[in-house]
């Protein structure tokens, strides 16, 4: 019996000649575009495209690009790996390819004031903070405002997180979640994966199909009301979730100003506010924010 022959290269990085053998890596398998198409794009539901590229520079900014041209809302643009993804103010993301899920989604908020964009990364935030830990059996925290985080040996790591663009009046989210990276592959000390924060499920397809599953439901009850975070129970859902609300906090502001106090509430607009020892409170804006970082109690 001959020994049987391995496969031709399939166009993604990794796999064939130029990279590792797949027979080694199997515990990071592409994901199947023509799954993910059948099982979400559906008639009459949100997501209208789905493609996936074996590596890109940054996919917000690839469908930033696409929403100038008019592409629908419900586009979604997954990259197995991204070489120049961006977190909040331009800070670097990167991670090992197809070690994590790394998409963006177009939006068009029809009947959605402008001013109410802003909770849409909050409500991305709460829609995979509810997966990872109903699917991935980990429990997910939301550090304001964008930030996912998971609890490993008893201290708060990131797992991932959330950028939202304008674009020609579309808004583009961005969503990176680190699933299998290993120790030696997290880009910083605080960042971990699901992997090694012992999630019960680490496949990306069941992982991303049940997180679209879940932002569409979540965005079409906000979009119903207008954005309106209360009628939509989107506030209460996100201060549940919210490891930043009730913590003392150091919050950095342009021109190295400092705010310190303690994290109290987030407000309609989607504010962080925080009570400084004086008894003021303050409200500061995703915007407006460097830094958010808990202090000792």
Known sequence: MTEPTPPRRSGL???????????????????????????????GGLWTALDVVTDTGSTNSDLAARAKEGAPEGTVLIAEEQTAGRGRLDRQW?????????????????????????????????????????????ETGLKWPNDLLVTVDGVE?????ILTELADGAVVVGLGVNVSLRDSELP??????????????????TLLRALLRELAELYGTWVTAAGDPHASGLLPAYTARCTTLGR???VQLPGDR??????????????????TPDGERHSVAAGDVVHVRPEPS
């Open 13 to 43: 990085r990794g796999f064939g000649h130029d990279g590792p053998s797949p027979w080694t890596d199997l515990d990071r398998p592409p994901l199947d575009a023509a799954v993910l198409r059948r099982d979400l794009v559906l008639p």
């Open 94 to 138: 990167t991670a090992p390819a197809r070690s994590g899920l790394f998409l963006s989604v177009l939006l068009r908020p029809t009947g959605v004031p402008v001013e109410r964009y802003g909770w849409l990364p909050i409500l991305t935030g709460v829609a995979a903070a509810s997966v990872l830990a109903r699917v991935g059996e980990v």
């Open 157 to 161: 790591r990131k797992v991932g997180g």
């Open 188 to 205: 910083v000390p605080a960042a971990t994966s699901l992997a090694l924060a012992g999630a019960a499920v680490t496949d990306r397809q």
């Open 248 to 250: 003392p906090v150091l």
């Open 258 to 275: 400092e705010l310190h106090g303690e994290a109290v509430a987030v407000d309609g607009d989607g504010r962080l506010v925080v009570r």
